[in-house]
């Protein structure tokens, strides 16, 4: 049922892309071209580029010296799984937010730049949003909250 529904949040996604969109990353650039969906922690929108394929979250924000202020990368696995990240190749200071299917953050992890210091979930999850290091402590946002939006509905 799972998966019935992370195909639907694909084609949701990607239905009013192009091919172009698709095919515009590469390991030398960064990636600018994904699908985008808009969440919600609390009051504050967040508008996140969608990693779904294992290629687009194997490249995930490397590259990317700039990121608007409320823009982020959601990472969306098949699976649950103990997801853990790095920041090789990636300049900007992020924070990742390891979250359950029904939008909990389950935890968070501050990432320093060009590190290769592995962040792990405290246990499986199938999403990972990471933001500009520091936004979820701005806006209040901790572990035990949700977030909302598509990919979060039931």
């Known amino acids: ?11 949701a996604l990607l239905a009013p ?7 515009s990353m590469s390991a030398e650039g960064p990636q600018r071209d994904l699908p985008r969906v808009r969440l919600t922690a609390g009051i504050h929108i967040i508008d996140a580029q969608v990693a779904l394929t294992e290629e687009q979250r194997r490249i995930g924000l490397m590259n990317r010296r700039d ?9 969306v696995f098949e699976q649950p799984g103990v997801q853990c990240f790095w920041m090789k190749n990636t300049p900007l200071p992020l924070t990742a937010a390891f979250v359950a299917d029904d939008g909990t953050i389950v935890n968070l992890a501050d990432m320093q730049p060009m590190s290769t210091q592995t962040h792990c979930s405290a246990r499986p999850v199938r ?6 290091r520091g936004w ?19």
């Open 1 to 11: 049922m799972r998966l019935v529904g992370l195909a639907a949040l694909a084609v």
């Open 17 to 23: 892309f192009s091919i172009r969109a698709q095919s």
């Open 67 to 75: 990121l608007a202020p409320s823009e982020g990368m959601l990472f």
């Open 127 to 132: 999403f990972v949003l990471e933001m500009h």
């Open 136 to 154: 979820f402590a701005k806006h209040g946002i901790s572990a035990g909250q949700r977030l909302r939006g598509v990919p979060f509905e039931q």
